[in-house]
């Protein structure tokens, strides 16, 4: 791979290779946006026998600190193994959460309602009964980032560079690129695909809407080092139930570093909520989180707020662009599925667009359409109900042990764990054969 900071730099305008007759094949595919997803696609892309280009378009530098979504779910793992090697590799980078539970706030004295320990342990098994992958997404994305770059030629991240429009021909799309150094670029490709985040350029471009709603909270990720929360008998992930002190306590990495994420009334400004940080954490934290002297027993070392949204684009694909991960569907993370879902479209979506290319589909137009309305009901069915439960979930008053005992009797996921069953999420992915089209 070579990554570049401007599209002149080490590219080859791939209109020169064609000289206005080349087979539609030397066109690559354009991504826009090098998140999980954009990465993850293009990996998926490369992997391919089609030899096909592959160009993402990257509109940041990589931030080594950034952590966001920096827990995967088991569903996502036969997935990522898709690609050779990646899975044990991620592994080795991040580490596996070993175990998780649901407790009341800390207020009500922590106490565990149920709970689930994961062998974490890289053994024999394989990732079999294996928990949560912790890995923030700076480091998720530098792997892909460098599996990448064994592809040379074939697979591009140009970075520093946005893509700002695009006009379709009946055989190619020619994508509008804008770097920091350079004036506008148009790239002619096979296809575009928006990766591009929640703010979406591309789908906008597309002039599609994204109707859903924003929820009546927003979410802080407060990230902190120094708290020792294994004294206080946590849980790699804990799941605080309470109607105001709710959220997720989760450990990130192995030095030490803990996601703290709670909720805030949506009208409170970014200023408002970082003054109200360590309040919060008084409330959030065992011990009102000081020590035995009574100091402080933490160091915030991040605060990102942001809006807990579910929303789905009306559709994910037009023409010869399309739409994934956070560009296609939002979602509350309390269930842990907004980058599974983004990971599972760019699986299925590699496996269409190879069919495609490969000539071997019997009908590329309907294959698009039928794996956009697929991955759509997906969402409904397995993104957007579970997160809402789950969100709800977390809201509930568990003030009282008989409202414990109810929700354990009402509540088949804490129930289930409860009583030590096997919890089996249902699948995230497309059987992209069936597909009308395939
Ligand atoms: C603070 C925070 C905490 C989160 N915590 C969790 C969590 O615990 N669990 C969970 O599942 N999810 C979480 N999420 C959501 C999760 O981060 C997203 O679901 C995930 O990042 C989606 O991946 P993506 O690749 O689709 O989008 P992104 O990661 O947003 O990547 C989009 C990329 O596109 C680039 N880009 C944007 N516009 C353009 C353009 N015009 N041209 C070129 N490039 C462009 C951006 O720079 C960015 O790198 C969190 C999000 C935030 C903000
Ligand atoms: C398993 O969990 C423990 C305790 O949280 C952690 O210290 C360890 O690094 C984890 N092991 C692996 C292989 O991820």
């Known amino acids: ?76 793992y036969p997935i990522l193994a898709r690609v050779p090697g990646l899975l044990p590799e ?30 974490n342990n890289s053994g024999e098994a394989g990732m079999k009964g294996k928990g949560q992958l912790l890995l923030p997404q700076a480091k998720f994305q530098d792997v892909l980032m460098r599996r990448l770059e064994a ?6 991240v140009i970075l520093q560079s946005r893509v700002v429009g695009f006009s379709e021909s009946s055989t190619s799309v020619y994508v509008h690129v804008e770097s920091r150094a350079g004036p506008e670029e148009r790239l002619e490709a096979q296809y575009l695909i928006g990766a591009d985040g929640a703010r979406s350029s591309v789908r906008k471009m597309m002039g599609t809407a994204s109707p859903g709603e924003t929820l009546d909270a927003q979410l802080v990720a407060t990230d902190l080092h120094g708290f020792d929360f ?13 109607p105001t002190d709710y959220g997720l306590i989760g450990r990130i990495n192995r030095d030490g570093l803990w996601r703290v994420s709670y909720g805030v009334p949506a009208g409170l400004s970014e200023e408002e909520i970082k003054q109200g940080v360590d309040d919060k954490l ?36 037009k023409g010869r662009v399309g739409i994934v991960g956070d560009a296609a569907h939002l979602t509350n993370p309390y269930a842990g599925l907004g980058l599974a879902s983004g990971i599972a479209d760019a699986s299925s979506l590699s ?11 019997s009908d590329a137009d309907k294959l698009l359409a039928s794996w956009s309305e697929a991955r759509r009901q997906k969402y409904f069915s397995v993104v957007d109900k579970p997160s809402r439960m789950a969100y709800m979930r977390v809201k509930s008053d568990v003030g009282t042990p008989e409202k414990v005992d109810a929700l354990l009797s009402h509540d088949p996921l804490v129930g289930a764990l409860k009583k030590g069953m096997p919890m089996m999420p249902p699948s995230l992915e497309t059987s992209v054969e069936e597909l009308e089209g395939w």
């Open 351 to 361: 496996s269409v667009l190879t069919r495609i290319l490969g000539s071997e589909a």
């Open 90 to 119: 991620l592994v080795e980078t991040g580490c596996l959460s070993s175990g998780l539970c649901f407790r009341t706030a800390a207020a009500t004295g922590s106490k565990v309602i149920a709970g689930k320990a994961f062998d």
């Open 282 to 317: 008084r409330r959030m934290l065992p011990n009102d989180g000081v020590d035995e002297a009574g100091q402080k027993a933490y160091r915030v070392v991040r605060v990102a707020p942001y809006k807990a949204q579910q929303r789905c684009a009306d559709t994910f694909w």
């Open 151 to 156: 592809f040379g030629d074939k697979a591009q």
């Open 230 to 242: 294994a004294k206080y008998g946590f849980y790699d992930a804990n799941f605080i139930i309470d």
């Open 1 to 76: 791979m070579a990554t570049t900071s401007e599209p002149t730099n080490g590219y080859t305008n791939p209109t020169s290779h064609t000289n206005g007759q080349g087979t539609a094949h030397e066109l690559p595919v354009i991504i826009a946006g090098g998140g999980c997803v954009g990465l993850f696609l293009a990996l998926l892309l490369a992997h391919s026998a089609i030899p096909i280009r592959i160009i993402v378009i990257e509109l940041e530098l990589p931030d080594p600190t950034s952590t966001r979504a920096m827990a995967h779910q088991p569903p996502t």
